[in-house]
């Protein structure tokens, strides 16, 4: 799956619609290192459950360099969804700040303090999404699965062409385009979810649990797309059960009881954690 991933193209309109559009992010402007992505700050996430309160995330703080892939482990309910949800715009803190790198060069923006209209912005273009469960839409083929977010974001479909066979070629599915979702084992769906997370380049992949419903070695696949596009310039943020798997991230990040207990190096090949 040998990919030549331009992530950032030179005929792209896109350039000129972020020139255009990072401007919204005007009122909310932070300050962040250039070499970061994200800048995690105090963040606490607290859920009301009649008289009891759960801290889903409690004063967390974690920052994000560009171009890195990072793991994040942990036992069931210690915050790991709630952490994805809160970066990408799907969730909001109680406190704290998420500061996002927006031109890349240190103009930041934060997240808790957006409107609607910027959320809607950093979903679209500046946050790639990937869950467990593919949530494609069944009736449109991979190709259009893939499409679409690139449409919403004002190109025409003759503007997305290249792109869209560009991304589904990489992720290896150049022979399967026209196929629905149905007519597509569950590791080529979970491709086509990275391939549309890619759509509008966004600064950050953000998956919780891709890995979750697939076998040894389709989890590895969607790996070994992880590190190719890792090796691209993406930086990514993926959630995992498997002890083994988050290895194979630049840094495994541990949670525990909504708190960031532990930050190792990983950096382990395919072939070291099946091997041992
Ligand atoms: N919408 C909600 N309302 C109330 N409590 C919630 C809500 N979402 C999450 N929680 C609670 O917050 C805590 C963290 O949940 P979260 O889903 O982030 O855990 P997780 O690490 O992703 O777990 P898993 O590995 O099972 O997916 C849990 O105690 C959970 O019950
Ligand atoms: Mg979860």
């Known amino acids: 799956m040998k990919m030549k ?9 896109m350039k000129q619609d972020e020139v255009k559009s990072d401007k919204i992010f005007q009122k909310t402007t932070e300050k962040i290192d250039p070499d970061l992505v994200i800048d995690v700050i105090n963040v606490t996430k607290k859920y009301n459950l009649g008289d009891y309160t759960v801290a889903a995330l409690d004063n967390v703080n974690l920052q994000i360099k560009k171009g890195e892939l990072v793991a994040v482990v942990g036992p069931s309910g210690s915050g790991k969804t709630t952490l994805i949800n809160c970066l990408g715009a799907l969730d909001f ?4 700040k998420i500061i996002y790198n927006i031109d890349g060069k240190g103009f930041g ?10 959320h809607k912005e950093m979903r679209l273009h500046r946050i790639g999404l990937i869950f467990q469960f593919y949530n494609l839409f069944p009736i449109l083929t991979a190709y259009e699965n893939v499409e679409l977010p690139m449409l919403l974001g004002g190109k025409s479909r003759e503007e997305s062409k290249e792109r869209v066979e560009l991304l589904l070629n990489m992720v290896g599915l150049g022979e399967r385009m026209h196929h629905r979702p149905t007519q597509l084992s569950g590791g080529e769906q979970q491709r086509v979810t990275v391939a549309r997370s890619l759509a509008n380049e966004p600064l950050i992949l953000l ?3 891709p890995t ?10 969607i790996i070994e797309i992880f590190l190719e596009l890792k090796e691209a310039g993406q930086s990514i943020l993926f959630v995992s059960h ?6 194979t991230a630049d840094r495994v990040i541990t949670i525990t009881d909504g708190k960031i207990v532990g930050d190792h190096e ?9 091997d041992d």
Do not use: C, F, Y
Not at 5 to 13: A, E, F, G, M, Q
Not at 93 to 96: F, I, V
């Open 266 to 274: 990983g950096k382990k090949s395919l072939s070291e954690i099946w």
């Open 5 to 13: 991933l331009k992530l950032r193209h030179k005929n792209s309109t």
């Open 242 to 247: 498997n002890r083994r798997i988050v290895e």
């Open 207 to 209: 998956a919780d649990e």
């Open 109 to 118: 923006s934060d997240i808790t303090k957006m409107k609607d209209k910027e």
């Open 93 to 96: 803190p109680n406190s704290g």
């Open 212 to 221: 979750g419903e697939l076998d040894t070695e389709t989890s590895s696949q």
